[in-house]
């Protein structure tokens, strides 16, 4: 079934329909089901002025146009690095193409080195999309991120990683494969120049290279870093492998992250290997240390704050278990712990693993005086912390959300009343915090992926009753108000969860905006995709008790709040239509946030309706 307008349920009376239940539910069923839905999309179609442009050849330059405009600042970063790159390869290249090596190890040498220099680039680059702490901060206080695609962080580090992988191919097959063997059997005539590099004896047989200090450290370096290179692969990182298998031990992201610190060994045998080179004498030649010290002081920088900054643990105000394995923490916010919406903080529970820090998503709001998170069970560590903080709780009293809680005196306790010790590190920057530019939001949360946007939704809320105008300056929790602007003036929030009783999450929310939006700037949809398959007559028949109940009591009966829940998915072209023909010229800030599946029809619709309208619609995406 398609959504439904929850302003428009004229089609049949509520009290012909009550009867008709009664009577005769086929018939109920048969009549709820009529072609509403299909005449609401209709009357927003004939609003919407399609383009009437059959031109293939510009549809293409269309879609190419929207292709530069969402790509723009991942093209120009990407075009940039391969630039130096192949700059770097080319200058080191022909700098050994001149030189007397080149008569005996000819193209291999020349090779080795130009990979080299792209390698030593590289190996200082890749720290620095990692650096969360400076990318937040530079994201949050300055307007670089007008330009640098810093969303994509992770996803550069991985393409340098892959520059790297490419750099050592090159280095290390051309050195073992070709140089070595090249120089063994070179004449005397050849060798003579060597002598100052080699010393007047030519070096004896292969394993001379080998167990020299370049030759080793070089040989260990490639094994950590194929060891950490394929443990850091998606597949391993989030363990895809069959129970059976006897490798699922070793993998997951607690091997990832293990052996992704074995590159402080590959560092620090970086810098060995890049002062005891084979042909170059001169120590101000030896450049490795010059690339890489800047960011490896910035990365270990960031490690120290991390460490000082999540010394103290917060106090725990409220603890709920809900249904669908969620469990909320509220905290107390440290002193000067500043964050927007949307942004996530790491949590480590000594209880639990004393090394372990997981990212979850803020879910209170920037104005709120504590800090909350919404925790689902996923795997090892989310289950052990839902069993440790379940032991502290009691069953709620009648009437409270959650199927275990504790509320703490909010603050004014200084026991944890038994809590486990928990640390937080953060806030770090994430795709959703830059939701303030926009004119209208259309947050699309799926299961636990509405954590975000919830705190948007909070954030958005809290505007409305400081400030009074939405679309006004940003007020801050302490009142004062900041020169940057607030833009948002109507916001949109699809969540869409398997389990009804997902809904218990975030009731508090639903009903605070239900309650304090008069205006009506915050529209919210809770869908519940699997109470019946769409079209399936239970599921009509759950429609129109609900209908009811709302219209008698005010009260969805499954969300429990005001907020009406829909069947099934939404239709999200209807969606996409309604917000196009309700804001006309305005910006449409789309925020997604859920598992990847739905990422490629969102990002579709977000362009078509950018080239089919005068809407335009910008999509950001977080899957976790
Ligand atoms: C930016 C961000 C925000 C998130 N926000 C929320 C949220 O609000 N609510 C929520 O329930 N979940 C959130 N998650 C997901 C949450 O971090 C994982 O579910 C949790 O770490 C799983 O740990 P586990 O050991 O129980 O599960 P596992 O079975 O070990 O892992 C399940 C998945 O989580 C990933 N994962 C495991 N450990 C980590 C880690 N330390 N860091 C990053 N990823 C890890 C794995 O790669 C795997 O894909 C978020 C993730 C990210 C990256
Ligand atoms: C030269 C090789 C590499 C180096 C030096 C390197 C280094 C790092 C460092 C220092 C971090 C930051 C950890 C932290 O502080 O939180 C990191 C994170 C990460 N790296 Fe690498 N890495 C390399 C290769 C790779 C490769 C090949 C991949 C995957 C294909 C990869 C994937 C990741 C991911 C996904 C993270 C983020 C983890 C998270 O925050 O959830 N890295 N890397």
Not at 227 to 254: C, E, M, S
Not at 506 to 529: P, T, Y
Not at 555 to 564: A, E, M, N, P
Request: net charge positive; proline share 5%; charged share 20%.
């Amino acid at each position: 079934m398609e959504e439904l307008d929850p302003d428009n349920l004229g089609y049949i009376e509520l009290e012909d329909l009550e009867a008709l239940l009664l009577q005769s539910p086929s018939e109920a069923v048969a009549r709820s089901t009529t072609t509403h839905s299909s005449k609401l999309s209709k009357a927003l179609s004939m609003k919407l002025a399609p383009s009437k442009d059959t031109n293939p050849l510009r549809h293409y330059w269309q879609e190419f146009a929207y292709f530069l405009e969402e790509n723009w600042k991942r093209i120009w970063v990407v075009t940039l690095w391969l630039s130096i790159c192949v700059a770097l390869f080319i200058w080191k290249f022909f700098q050994y193409r001149n030189r007397a090596v080149f008569h005996i190890m000819g193209y291999c040498v020349a090779t080795a080195k130009g990979a080299a220099e792209t390698l030593k680039f590289n190996m200082a680059l890749v720290l620095l999309p990692v650096c969360r702490n400076t990318i937040t901060w530079i994201r949050s206080k300055t307007k670089v991120g007008a330009v640098v695609p810093f969303n994509d962080n992770i996803n550069f580090h991985k393409v340098i990683a892959a520059g790297v992988a490419v750099g050592v191919a090159l280095h290390a097959g051309a050195h073992l494969t070709c140089d070595f063997p090249l120089l063994l059997h070179a004449s005397d005539e050849k060798y003579e120049p060597m002598k100052n590099f080699f010393g007047a004896t030519r070096p004896p047989n292969y394993w001379w290279f080998v167990k020299g200090t370049a030759g080793w450290t070089g040989i260990v370096m490639v094994v950590l870093m194929s060891i950490a290179f394929v443990l850091a692969q998606p597949w391993f990182r989030r363990n895809k492998l069959k129970d059976t298998n006897p490798l699922k031990k070793l993998t997951g992201f607690n091997a990832f992250w293990f052996t992704h610190h074995l590159f402080v060994i590959v560092y620090a045998l970086l810098i060995v290997h890049g002062t005891s080179l084979y042909l170059t004498n001169e120590w101000y030649k030896k450049s490795t240390w010059m690339y890489i010290a800047y960011p490896v002081f910035l990365y270990s920088f960031e490690r120290i704050v991390r460490l000082f900054r999540s010394h103290d643990a917060v106090k725990i105000q409220k603890v709920a278990v809900y249904p669908g394995n969620v469990l909320a923490l509220y905290m107390s916010k440290p002193p000067g712990f500043r964050y927007r919406s949307g942004q996530y903080i790491f949590i480590n529970c000594h209880a639990v693993s004393p090394y372990e820090w997981h990212p979850f998503s803020i879910t209170s709001a920037p104005g709120d005086n504590y800090l909350s998170v919404h925790i689902r069970t996923r795997g090892d560590w989310t289950s052990r912390l839902r069993t440790v903080f379940s032991e502290a709780c009691r069953p709620p009293a009648e009437g409270e959300s959650g199927l275990l809680r504790a509320d703490l005196s909010m603050g004014v306790t200084d026991s944890n009343a038994g809590f486990p010790k928990l640390l937080i590190d953060g806030p770090y920057g994430a795709p959703a915090q830059d939701y303030r530019e926009y004119d209208v939001l259309l947050l699309i949360g799926l299961g636990i992926g509405a954590t975000p946007l919830i705190s948007i939704v909070k954030d958005v809320l809290n505007h409305i009753q400081c400030g009074g105008s939405v679309g006004g300056t940003e007020p801050e929790a302490s009142g004062k108000a900041k020169k940057r602007p607030f833009m948002t003036k109507r916001a949109y929030f699809y969540w869409v969860t398997r389990e009804e009783g997902s809904f218990e999450w975030f009731r508090g929310v639903m009903n605070e905006v239900a309650e304090k939006d008069k205006d009506g700037v915050i529209e919210l949809h809770n869908h519940c995709s699997s109470v019946y398959q769409e079209g399936d007559a239970r599921s009509a028949l759950i429609v129109m008790l609900q209908e009811l109940q709302h219209a008698k009591k005010g009260v969805d009966i499954l969300s429990g709040t005001s907020v009406k829940t829909h069947f099934a998915r939404p239709n999200w072209r209807s969606v996409f239509k309604r917000v196009a023909v309700n804001h006309e010229n305005q910006r449409v800030g789309v925020f997604y946030c859920g598992e990847p599946f739905l990422v490629p029809q969102l990002r579709q619709l977000s362009a078509d309706f950018t080239h089919k309208t005068n809407t335009k619609f910008e999509f950001h995406k977080e899957n976790f």
